[in-house]
């Protein structure tokens, strides 16, 4: 592998991916399961390089918190909007994105 070529989860040999392997423990805030989240991955990586490092993790975070908040408003994609604080067709953009609708 090159310096230029980003490590992605699913490439750890023999590991599930070491950003959502592990549920955070009941009292965690969501800044301390990132940081164990990466403290992980980066532990994984055993003196690999790697790049791309924020979109590989704005996707594995993005992904799930449309997901919930579009549960949470029953579907509504305009309530789901506001509550993310993003124009509507923003949010029908990112849950083409990753598949979510």
């Known amino acids: 592998?090159?310096?230029?070529?980003?490590?992605?989860p699913e490439q750890?040999?023999?590991?599930?991916?070491?950003?959502?392997?592990?549920?955070?423990?009941?009292?965690q805030t969501l800044?301390?399961?990132?940081?164990?989240a990466m403290r992980r991955y980066f532990s994984h990586l055993e003196g690999e390089s790697v790049?791309?490092?924020?979109?590989?993790?704005?996707?594995?975070?993005?992904?799930?918190?449309?997901?919930?908040?579009?549960d949470h408003a029953g579907g509504n994609q305009t309530r789901a909007a506001d509550m993310l604080g993003l124009n509507r067709g923003t949010l029908r953009k990112k849950l083409k994105q990753y598949d979510l609708i």
């Open 51 to 70: 790049t791309d490092l924020y979109a590989m993790v704005m996707a594995e975070v993005e992904a799930p918190l449309l997901n919930a908040v579009l």
């Open 1 to 8: 592998m090159n310096s230029r070529q980003a490590i992605t």
């Open 12 to 27: 750890i040999a023999g590991e599930e991916s070491p950003l959502s392997a592990t549920p955070a423990p009941r009292g």
């Open 31 to 36: 800044r301390e399961a990132v940081d164990d």
